[in-house]
């Protein structure tokens, strides 16, 4: 009986331990990354480049996702009102049949985007890859990340502990009732984040480097 209470007891304790570990994660990447997101077009910086990140234009049951709409309308108006010069699409390249940067390419071209105004990232797998590429691998120190505002304070706080001065315009997101999968999801990559920085994780690919003209 004592050697089940104290099974029992530790294992409580780990999982508060977790708790407590979880929130503090959560709350630090939340007020960190709030330091350099934007949710105003008036109010943000002018950057050279600006990085769309990568997801899926559709849900699993078809219909389209928001988020990726809304990605796609941020980085148009950033476009536009001269908030960046050139857009960075970075995502997965899994296989033929899914592609997101060409996706977002072919989406910015119909919004009325130059097509060589437009770069394509095509490993963009994790959003530490497109962050830290946007460095080392296209050469910006210093550019504007696009996409939701959870999704924005991760992106800002890996930049920054990275040595990298991004900032960051929070496109729409959904409502107060966001998907809680999505939200479950963000909780444990923020938490892998922390794995990630104690482990100086690199992209899964770098490569050639690739030059961005007009600076």
């Keep these: 009986m004592k050697i089940l209470k104290l099974v029992i007891f530790s ?29 105003s077009m008036d109010s943000i910086p002018h950057n050279h480049c600006g990085v769309v990140l990568g997801t899926s234009k559709y849900q699993t049951n078809g219909k389209k996702n928001l988020y990726y709409s809304n990605r796609i309308k941020a980085a148009v108006e950033l476009y536009n009102r ?13 296989n033929r049949n899914y592609n997101e940067p060409i996706t977002m390419y072919n989406d910015l071209v119909l919004a009325g985007i130059p097509g060589a105004k437009i770069i ?74 922390i794995f990630d920085m104690l482990t100086a994780k690199q992209p899964h690919f770098l490569g050639e480097k690739i030059v961005v003209p007009g600076e």
Aim: hydrophobic share 45%; aromatic share 12%; with cysteine.
């Design 120 to 193: 394509l990232d095509y490993a963009g797998f994790r959003t530490l890859d497109s962050v830290v590429r946007g460095k080392e691998v296209f050469g910006q120190n210093k550019f504007t990340i696009i996409s939701q505002s959870f999704h924005n304070q991760r992106a800002t706080y890996i930049a920054h502990k990275k040595g990298i001065e991004a900032i960051a315009f929070n496109a729409e997101g959904l409502s107060e009732n966001d998907d809680f999968k999505l939200q479950v999801r963000e909780i444990a990559a923020r938490v892998l984040v």
């Design 11 to 39: 294992f409580l304790a780990i999982c508060m331990v977790l708790v407590v570990f979880t929130f503090f994660v959560n709350l630090s990447i939340t007020n960190t990354g709030d330091k350099y997101c934007f949710s």
């Design 82 to 94: 001269n908030k960046i010069d050139y857009i960075i699409v970075s995502g997965d390249n899994r």
